[in-house]
Structure formats: C-alpha cells, structure tokens
T-cell receptor, first 114, second 117 residues
Framework: NAGVMQNPRHLVRRRGQEARLRCSPM?????VYWYRQLPEEGLKFMVY????????ESGMPKERFSAEFPKEGPSILRIQQVVRGDSAAYFC????????????FGPGTRLTVT | AQKITQTQPGMFVQEKEAVTLDCTYD???????LFWYKQPSSGEMIFLIY??????QNATEGRYSLNFQKARKSANLVISASQLGDSAMYFC??????????????FGSGTRLSIRP
C-alpha cells in the first residue's frame, strides 16, 4: 500500500514562471491538505480539499496560488508567476475522511525560485 | 485562535541521555489532538506520537512518551536513551476537533535536537 506520493521532489523555477506540484493521496483517501514550510520554520496550513471541492482555503495567499483535486488524478497546487519568496518545501497530506481525519504526509516538494 | 509554542530553538544532548522537548498550546476547544513529528535532514515528516485531549493516560511509543499536562496546556515530548539518529527537527502540532469541517494541523516552530556522541 503506497503512501502519499508527491512529485516532483525538487523543482527549480525562474521568477515569473509557473510551478505545478502534484500529490497522489494514499489509496482510499479522499481528503487532501497542502502545507508550506519556509526555511527554519514549521509547516503552515494552506488548503484542504476533497474530491472536486475546496473545503478550506484560509491559508492560501490571495493571488497566484490555486489548488484542485479532480475526480480523477492527483491534487495539483499551482503557483503562477513565482517569486523568490515562494521558495519553500510544500507538503501534501491525505486522510480517509468519513470521520477519520488522521493525516499522512508525503515526502514534500522543494521549490527553489531563482 | 489555536497556537502551538515551542520555546527551545535548539538543544544539545549527550548520547544515551533522556531529553525533554517542550510544547505548550492554546485552544478554547475541549476536544483536540496533539502530535509530535520528527523531520530529519532528508526533509520528510515522520509521525512519532499522538495524544487525544480526553485520553487519561500519557501516550507512549517505544522510546517516545508524551507528558500531557492538560491544566497547564503542555504536551512535552520525552525521548529516553537518546541515539545519534534522533538528531533532527521536532515539531509539536495540534489538530482541530475531529469531525470539524476542516481538520487542519497547526504546527509549532520546531526544536532542533542534536545528539552528541
């Protein structure tokens, strides 16, 4: 039973480019959470999604950031027109839902903006 | 608002000694969950231990135990007989009540633990 998968593990983008981070939840999990970790800090919640629905996006920056979790395929965190301050580790976690909110973390994607 | 505070940015401990990592939290909810995660230099988040707010006994997992003092709102992690492989960042975290529409986890700023041989 594979765990949460994230790809790519490392991503380098120039300022102004777009970054797409993918997260495949554990088998049978229908809830996905995205967190961001800036250097030397703890993880900060960004967004919580269920299939085809955004449940809580209170931690998402108002501009340039978007997330989706389609009916088929992985969850995508999209950052448009990246800036140096977007450089961070982005973690995805999944949970089964249905009253069980235990979250299992993926290995993270390290985004570097040059 | 919920908040997690870890006041020790870094700690050095001699191998084989026990170590306590401090964590205090703030919440107005009666039902909540507390976690500790380990993040080694490779970057992944490794779940260590969980304590529910209604659990009467302190959680234990092998060499890890959680010293839960509900009245003081503290949830310190105790690692017995430390090993070199315990060197890592450690994060205390709290989850909103189960069943809430958004059970996000709130993390503290972390403690970097270094084990000396």
């Amino acid at each position: 039973n594979a765990g949460v998968m994230q790809n790519p593990r490392h991503l380098v983008r120039r300022r102004g480019q777009e970054a797409r981070l993918r997260c495949s939840p554990m088998k049978g999990h229908s809830h996905v959470y995205w967190y961001r970790q800036l250097p030397e800090e703890g993880l900060k919640f960004m967004v919580y999604l269920q299939k085809e629905n955004i449940i809580d996006e209170s931690g998402m920056p108002k501009e340039r950031f978007s997330a989706e979790f389609p009916k088929e395929g992985p969850s995508i965190l999209r950052i448009q027109q990246v800036v140096r301050g977007d450089s961070a580790a982005y973690f995805c976690a999944s949970s089964p839902g249905q009253g069980n909110h235990e979250q299992y973390f993926g290995p993270g994607t390290r985004l570097t903006v040059t | 608002a919920q908040k997690i505070t870890q006041t020790q940015p870094g700690m050095f401990v001699q191998e084989k000694e026990a170590v306590t990592l401090d964590c205090t939290y703030d919440t107005s909810d009666q039902s909540y969950g507390l976690f500790w995660y380990k993040q080694p230099s490779s970057g992944e988040m490794i779940f260590l231990i969980y304590q529910g707010s209604y659990d009467e006994q302190n959680a234990t997992e092998g060499r890890y135990s959680l010293n839960f003092q509900k009245a003081r709102k503290s949830a310190n992690l105790v690692i017995s007989a430390s090993q070199l492989g315990d060197s890592a960042m450690y994060f205390c975290a709290m989850r909103e009540p189960p069943g809430s529409s958004a059970s996000k986890i709130i993390f503290g700023s972390g403690t970097r633990l270094s084990i000396r041989p």
